[in-house]
């Protein structure tokens, strides 16, 4: 033991562990800017624990720059291993010695469940291993006396998305992208051919990639751990295909996860699949298995903010805990940091390959959560084409408002699932106004193939909503068409329409139906669920678009102000920063005035002395009417000081265009079918009530539509409370340097 600690400040050490996973960069980041601005030195320990058994310079000081512009990057800039040494207890006592060297007693360990269990193992040692350290005279008894305890925080990063206590594991949306991506792709080329291709994907236990990628992919049939199917599944696969094929389908996807069982146990591989198929279909069938794709590639955006969310709480956590601390796994539950006793998480993760082997596999879904278990049965009812529908309820689906990524997505699901139920399913081509005119189709489950993860709205969609002096002529459509639900999907003005309709319904005798609106817009201001479908491509696309801008600037000294869309909502802006790294954010929430301006520039010019190379705000379309994206940019040239030069960038309607992202994929699917689900419960029961859709601990509620008069500041067109707003203090935190403040 050769350095002391040079003072009492808190030290703590973050590191990367097991496989790596895109998204591991922002905890990083995050977990040092964290520590930093609460007063703690930090150190990170490259390769891993296996970097603790070395010490050295594996270990290094890391400080506010070390981990500049490290978000959009893949992988983990500080390296990671599997390290056979630290499963040793030398080993492990050598990694005490390394850390107490530094008066390092905090760890965040960023890993999956191994790294995590290696971690508490050490934990739960590391007052033997300083006393055999104190006693073989490597360390000084006052040193071990002053770190007693090792206090630590995990964080699961894994694209697996295989651990109970977080809804999502920090690479698991980037993998999705990955995946889903591959299968889009795949789908044009089987489309061109008629082919069947069989696609592996990863998840050992866990089925979470390859059940959300089919979904998201449109694929005709997925098989995974923890729901193995039942004997005789390989006839209903190619009865299922057949069926896809007869409706209209010119391609077909199975998706399976590399740990996939039939239910004795035994792997069903994707060459078994594709044998199976190819000799009772008689066609040909191809093979794709996506290996380390999955792993690869710039995290995207929810990869980006999530992970600066629990890096952040994760810091926090360990710099203020006390000797007694309990280890936490700092999650994510419903968009909220989530924290969970460490070790009891990953004693349930570990059980679930148990509840498999002994046949229990509902427990074994269940303990993946309730989306899960929804979605394996909203999957097989959209998967399946159907015959004619029959006794069912004729049901509507109408656009209204701006466009957003996913409308197609959710008529689809809409479509098939309500045929499922024995519906008629029925569009109505451009928007209410449409309605009015009788553009209105029956669509058929074959209709629809292809809409999963098409951009745009193929049933149109417009911003005009009926006036009241055409509420009649909306309600004889509605009767004309004899249609007994409607379901609205769309943004602000449909859920206002609908709102201002449903005040005068007692007037119209064609408003006795049950309406629900879905939420379908990039800005995410409606009341109700906290992410609306669209809103996460948009943030993609800003993402995207930011990565490409910083890296065309890099060179020069030089200012961007980004303007994205939102009109008063900041969520794009605000998410937006998080995500991309950026400086700071112009809210209208917040408002903005010439002080805030004039400190932002004098901060601006300290920074671009000091050696800076970039600056990055983001500004909300709506953020100021006076200080404009225009005039903040010349403000900021003006008063530069010739250390940099000012460039706005207006991203427009490419917001609004992409092919919605999986994350916007899946919950379009899910909340179509709750939507639809819910309009055949109001038939059944003749209330004729209207509604849109809540959320409630996650999962989706009807909330009556009256409420949103409460809900909704309707002259901002946005919630009167937004969950996101409480994001800014860590946004605020990550973009200043303390001493920059
Ligand atoms: P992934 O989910 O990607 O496999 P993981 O963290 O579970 O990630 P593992 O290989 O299981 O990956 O564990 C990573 C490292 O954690 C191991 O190489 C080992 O150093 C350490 N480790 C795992 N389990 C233990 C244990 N029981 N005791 C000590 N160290 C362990």
């Given amino acids: 033991m050769t350095t002391a600690p040079p003072t009492h400040r808190p030290a703590i050490a973050v590191l990367t562990s097991g496989g790596d996973a895109p998204g591991m960069n922002a905890v990083v980041r995050a977990v040092v800017r964290t520590a930093i601005g609460a007063g703690a030195d930090v150190f990170a320990v490259y390769e891993g624990l296996q970097g603790l058994v070395d010490g050295g310079q594996r270990i290094e000081r890391f400080g506010w720059s070390s981990v500049g512009s490290v978000q959009h990057r893949g992988g983990t800039v500080i390296g990671t291993a599997r390290s056979a040494d630290f499963r040793t207890r030398e080993g ?160 077909s996807i199975v998706v399976v996860a590399e740990g996939a069982t039939d239910r004795h146990g035994n792997p069903i591989t994707s060459g078994h699949v594709r044998d199976v198929l190819a ?73 679930i390959p148990g509840l498999i082997q002994a046949g229990d596999y509902r427990a074994a879904m269940a303990a993946r959560g309730s989306s899960f278990t929804d979605m394996v049965e909203v999957f097989d009812r959209i998967a399946q084409a159907n015959d004619e529908p029959s006794g069912g309820a004729r049901i509507a689906v109408v656009h209204g408002g701006g466009l957003a990524p996913g409308m197609n997505t959710a008529v689809r699901a809409a479509v098939r699932f309500g045929q499922s139920r024995g519906h008629t399913m029925l569009g109505v081509q451009g928007s209410f106004l449409g309605l009015v005119d009788g553009r209105i189709d029956e669509l ?16 149109g969609t417009r911003r005009a909503m009926p006036r009241m002096e055409q509420y009649y002529a909306v309600s004889r459509a509605l009767e004309n068409n004899e249609i007994d639900a409607l379901l609205v999907v769309g943004g602000h003005r449909a859920y206002q329409a609908v709102h201002d309709m449903h005040a005068e319904r007692d007037r119209y005798p064609g408003f006795g139906l049950p309406v629900i609106c879905l939420p379908a817009t990039i800005d995410n201001n409606l009341p109700g669920w906290e992410t609306t479908i669209g809103a996460d491509t948009a943030l993609n696309e800003i993402v995207t678009a930011v990565d490409r801008l910083k890296q065309s600037a890099m060179a020069s000294q030089r200012a961007f102000v980004v303007e994205v869309m939102g009109r008063y909502c900041g969520y794009l802006a605000l998410m937006g920063a998080l995500s991309t790294g950026a400086e700071r954010v112009y809210l209208h929430e917040e408002g903005v005035t010439l002080a805030d301006l004039s400190d932002d520039v004098a901060r601006m010019v300290a920074s671009f002395r000091a050696g800076r190379r970039f600056h990055l705000a983001i500004r909300n379309e709506a953020a100021s009417e006076g200080y404009t994206t225009e005039v903040m940019c010349r403000l900021f040239a003006e008063e530069s000081a010739g250390e940099f030069d000012v460039r706005p960038m207006v991203l427009g309607h490419l917001q609004q265009g992409g092919n919605p992202t999986p994350f916007d994929r899946v919950h379009a699917t899910r909340l179509a079918a709750f939507c639809v689900d819910w309009l055949s419960a109001q038939i059944s029961a003749r209330t004729g009530q209207w509604a849109f859709v809540g959320s409630d601990e996650g999962r989706p509620t009807a909330e009556p539509i009256r409420t949103m008069a409460d809900l909704v500041d309707s002259a901002l067109a946005r919630p009167r409370e937004q969950w996101w707003l409480d994001l800014r203090p860590v946004m605020a935190a990550l973009a200043t340097e303390p001493d920059a403040r």
């Fill in 279 to 351: 000799e009772r279909l008689a066609e040909d069938v191809r093979v794709t298995i996506l290996g380390h794709v999955q792993r690869g590639g710039a995290p995207s955006a929810y990869d980006r903010w999530m992970p600066t969310l629990l890096g952040h709480a994760a810091a926090l956590e360990v710099v203020h805990a006390g000797p007694d601390h309990e280890p936490q796994l700092i999650g994510v539950r419903n968009n909220r940091v989530h924290r969970t006793p460490l070790m009891s998480a990953v004693e349930r993760t570990r059980q």
């Fill in 444 to 459: 058929a489950w074959g209709d629809v193939d292809g809409w999963v993860g098409s951009g745009g709205a193929e049933l």
């Fill in 92 to 251: 492990r006592r050598r990694a005490a010695l390394h850390l107490l060297e530094r008066g390092i007693d905090r760890l965040v360990v960023v890993g999956g469940d191994g790294s995590l269990t290696g971690t508490d193992v050490f934990r739960s040692e590391w007052p033997d291993l300083l006393d055999e350290l104190v006693e073989a005279g490597e360390v000084p008894a006052e040193i071990a006396a002053r770190h007693g305890h090792l206090v630590i925080a995990g964080v699961v990063g894994s694209i697996d998305n295989d651990m109970v206590g977080t809804d999502m594991t920090v690479g698991a949306d980037t993998a999705l992208h990955r995946i889903v991506d591959a299968i889009d792709a795949l789908a044009s080329t089987a489309a061109s051919h008629q082919r069947s291709f069989v696609v592996e994907v990863m998840g050992r236990h866990c089925g979470y990639l390859a059940l959300m990628s089919a979904i998201a992919g449109g694929a005709d049939y997925v098989l995974i751990p923890e729901n193995p199917p039942a004997d005789g599944w390989e006839d209903e696969m190619c009865e299922r295909l057949r069926a896809g094929r007869a409706a209209g389908r010119r391609e």
